[in-house]
């Protein structure tokens, strides 16, 4: 039973670490009314697209797969 408990430890050390240098996370979309019930990335690019008020960044990856990354930020209770 001890090595069992030590091993699951380990286990939930390793995901954690591999979680942690997993990267820079993706900013949220913001749970506003603009941004309210997107589904598809077009939607995104009427405003992040090139030229746009909002244009991503030169240096965001050049994919229109928005919501491959980017994911609705929950609202605090």
Do not use: W
């Amino acid at each position: 039973m001890k090595t069992f408990v030590s091993f699951i430890i380990f286990v939930m050390v390793v995901v954690g670490l591999l979680y942690a240098i997993s990267g820079q996370r993706s900013p949220q979309i913001p749970n506003d009314e603009t941004h309210k019930g997107i589904t598809e990335p077009v939607v995104c690019l009427n405003c992040h697209g090139p030229e746009k008020e909002y244009a991503r960044k030169p240096a965001h990856p050049p994919k229109d797969e928005c919501l491959k990354c980017h994911r609705v930020k929950r609202k605090k209770k």
